[in-house]
């Protein structure tokens, strides 16, 4: 793959309220010059998840601009080329989504709804750094990849892999 320009990366979260946005702005703090990130969801929910913009604000993670958006606004003709699309809930993976154009290279990183289940012994705030580190470990593994030097289907198969870590 060509490493002179910034690889766009899509996040999708069904309500594009917490996991997708942590990792877009995880992603995004960690200034790499080859990445730029985006988020997105198939019904968003119109606001970003409070307990979300906390755990990130804990971490030192930049949240002005962030927003809860449709994943159709990356599927028009204005939108940014995208490189590569990560489901991160179970059930985006699911659904059928938009064509994206230029053929992303896309992986499943689903990670767990931060919500507190009857009967755990465990807080909210837990939960949501539970999240965000499993989401800051995935996006250190991409970007320890050495792009340029795989093939399309060996980066494929590092793509899934880190989904399953």
Do not use: Y
């Amino acid at each position: 793959m060509n490493t002179q320009r910034k690889f766009n990366v899509l996040f999708i979260c069904t309500s594009n309220s917490s996991r997708s946005i942590m990792a877009e702005a995880m992603l995004n703090s960690l200034n790499h010059p080859l990445f730029q990130a985006f988020s997105a969801g198939s019904h968003p929910k119109g606001e970003v998840n409070p307990n979300a913009i906390k755990i990130l604000q804990t971490n030192h993670v930049k949240v002005d601009g962030l927003r809860s958006k449709d994943w159709n606004e990356f599927a028009g003709p204005n939108a940014p080329h995208l490189d590569f699309v990560f489901t991160v809930c179970d059930k985006a993976a699911g659904e059928a989504c938009p064509v994206w154009p230029g053929q992303p290279m896309t992986a499943h990183w689903g990670v767990e709804e931060p919500s507190v289940k009857p009967g755990e012994n465990v807080t909210l705030d837990q939960k949501f750094l539970e999240v965000a580190t499993v989401l800051r470990r995935r996006i250190e593994l991409l970007l320890a990849l050495p792009i340029d030097k795989l093939d399309k289907l060996a980066l494929q198969d590092s793509l899934h892999e880190i989904g399953k870590t």
